[in-house]
T-cell receptor, first 109, second 117 residues
Framework: QKEVEQDPGPLSVPEGAIVSLNCTYS??????FMWYRQYSRKGPELLMY????GNKEDGRFTAQVDKSSKYISLFIRDSQPSDSATYLC?????????FGTGTRLTIIP | AAGVIQSPRHLIKEKRETATLKCYPI?????VYWYQQGPGQDPQFLIS???????DKGSIPDRFSAQQFSDYHSELNMSSLELGDSALYFC????????????????FGPGTRLLVL
C-alpha cells in the first residue's frame, strides 16, 4: 500500500464548477502538506502548503487538512480552463516529499 | 523571479551509456532534491543535498551518483543506463530554515526528459 493515495481521475468538470481533489495518507510522521499543479511536460508548480489541520485559503484555492482522519483536500472555486492540469498532493515529515499519483483535471469551457 | 534551471532539457542515450544532468537552484537556496518521474507516475525521491553534503537518500540506484558543488549547483550522474531509466528527472531547491516548524517549500525545475534507447 502506498503511503499517499490519490484518485488518479481523470476528472472533467464544466467551467465555473467547484472542484474537489482529495488524498489520504497512512504515515503519521507527515507534518507538512502541499499541493502542486503540473502541466504537461512541465515541472510541478507549488500551489499551496500548510502544516496544521484546518483550512487555508488563497484566492480561488482552499486547502483543507484533517490530521485525525489523515485526509487532505484541495478545493478550486470558479474553475477556469487554465486550471486544466494534473494536481499532485505531496507530504513530508522533514525533508523529502512523498507524492500522490496525481489527478488529471480538465475544465470544459 | 529566478527559478530552478535544469540542463539539458532533453537527452537521448543508448543502453549502457552514461548521462549527467545538471541543476542550478534558485539563488540563495542551499538544498537540492532530485526526483524521477516515470510516464504516468508520481515523482519519486532519489537523493538530496544540504550545504554540499548528502542529506537524505531515497530509491536511487547504485548506478547513479550525485553531488552538490560549492556554488550549490548539483549534478546527477547516471551510468550503465537501462531502458527503465527513461523518465523525467526533476530537481527541486529550497532554503532550509532552522527551528520549528521546519517547513521547506520545494520549488521544482522544468525537468530533464531522458530517453534511453
Amino acid at each position: 500500500q502506498k503511503e499517499v493515495e490519490q484518485d488518479p481521475g481523470p476528472l472533467s468538470v464544466p467551467e465555473g464548477a467547484i472542484v474537489s481533489l482529495n488524498c489520504t495518507y497512512s504515515n503519521s510522521a507527515f507534518q507538512y502538506f502541499m499541493w502542486y499543479r503540473q502541466y504537461s511536460r512541465k515541472g510541478p508548480e507549488l500551489l499551496m502548503y500548510t502544516y496544521s489541520s484546518g483550512n487555508k485559503e488563497d484566492g480561488r484555492f482552499t486547502a483543507q487538512v484533517d490530521k485525525s482522519s489523515k485526509y487532505i483536500s484541495l478545493f478550486i472555486r470558479d474553475s477556469q480552463p487554465s486550471d486544466s492540469a494534473t494536481y499532485l498532493c505531496a507530504m513530508s515529515g522533514n525533508e523529502k516529499l512523498t507524492f500522490g499519483t496525481g489527478t488529471r483535471l480538465t475544465i470544459i469551457p | 523571479a529566478a527559478g530552478v534551471i535544469q540542463s539539458p532539457r532533453h537527452l537521448i542515450k543508448e543502453k549502457r551509456e552514461t548521462a549527467t544532468l545538471k541543476c542550478y537552484p534558485i539563488p540563495r537556496h542551499d538544498t537540492v532534491y532530485w526526483y524521477q518521474q516515470g510516464p504516468g507516475q508520481d515523482p519519486q525521491f532519489l537523493i538530496s543535498f544540504y550545504e554540499k553534503m548528502q542529506s537524505d537518500k531515497g530509491s536511487i540506484p547504485d548506478r547513479f551518483s550525485a553531488q552538490q558543488f560549492s556554488d550549490y549547483h548539483s549534478e546527477l550522474n547516471m551510468s550503465s543506463l537501462e531502458l527503465g531509466d527513461s523518465a523525467l528527472y526533476f530537481c527541486a531547491s529550497s532554503f532550509r530554515v532552522a527551528g520549528p516548524p521546519i517547513l521547506e517549500t520545494q520549488y521544482f525545475g522544468p525537468g530533464t526528459r531522458l530517453l534511453v534507447l
